[in-house]
């Protein structure tokens, strides 16, 4: 979480040409099961820094407002699945 986004993005330990050939998919679901949020990228290379792969925005990032909202319980957690394809 920074600057009220929650960000993150997945990187292969590999080359940049290896790494494009695969994507992520993010998806955060509601307790009801039916609303969820998903953002689908790009994996990344081992290589290439963080905040650089956040600043460009090829990642997820999602709000904070729209992330609480997806919070459960008591313990507030998150629903969150992670496909690599």
Known sequence: ?????????????????????????????????????????????????FQTIFNSGTCFCFDEKAVKYFLEGRNQKLKATLSIV
Do not use: H, P, W
Request: positive net charge.
């Open 1 to 49: 979480m920074k600057d009220g986004r929650l960000y993150g993005a997945v990187q292969l330990i590999g080359t940049s040409s290896e790494a494009s050939k695969y994507k992520c998919e993010f998806t955060l679901s509601a307790a009801n099961g039916i609303e969820r949020i998903s953002k689908t990228f790009l994996v990344r290379c081992y290589a290439e820094d």
